[in-house]
């Protein structure tokens, strides 16, 4: 599965209802270059429609240019094999990356807008004085009253 294709499948898909469903299956079943060869069984099954509607649907997506056939079936349990493409990148293989400012963003060296604070201390003990029973934390200073000294733990 694809996210990158799940993702533009889900936000820019023209179909609804099941053939939305179809869309989204399909999506689903492709790799990062668009390729997926589910069978119809498997996407009629998944989408929750006929064999019959996915066929009207395939056929509906070729000619609206969502999805090319780029492998024919040669019979029973050979899938056909499909490739996902968004209508405005026609002769370009696949799916085209979102831009932002005429630019592909980089996904090289990513990191986090916010990455948490390291900032992790380990719990200090607490600890009581030998002598007048205080508790007192690790590391900490304390004036004992039953020695008259300042200790530190």
């Known amino acids: 599965m694809s996210i990158k294709i799940m993702s533009w499948v889900l936000d820019h898909s023209p179909y609804e209802g099941k053939a939305r469903l179809i869309h989204v299956v399909l999506a689903?079943?492709?790799?990062?270059d668009g390729f997926c060869w589910p069978s119809q069984v498997k996407i009629a099954k998944r989408a929750?429609?006929?064999?019959?509607?996915?066929?009207?649907?395939?056929?509906?997506?070729?000619?609206?240019?969502?999805?090319?056939?780029t492998s024919v079936s040669k019979g029973t349990g050979n899938a056909q094999k499909y490739l996902l493409k968004n209508p405005k990148s026609v002769g370009v293989s696949g799916l085209e990356l979102p831009q932002v400012d005429g630019q592909v963003p980089q996904v090289d060296g990513i990191s986090t807008p916010n990455p948490p604070p390291n900032n992790h201390q380990e719990p200090s003990r607490i600890i009581k004085c030998a002598y007048c029973?205080?508790?007192?934390?690790?590391g900490k200073t304390h004036n004992c009253s039953a020695s008259g000294m300042k200790i530190k733990w």
Request: proline content about 0%; overall charge negative; charged content about 35%.
């Open 48 to 69: 929750g429609c006929s064999v019959e509607h996915v066929r009207v649907t395939v056929k509906q997506m070729i000619e609206d240019q969502y999805i090319e056939i």
């Open 133 to 138: 029973k205080v508790t007192v934390r690790e």
């Open 28 to 32: 689903d079943h492709a790799n990062d």
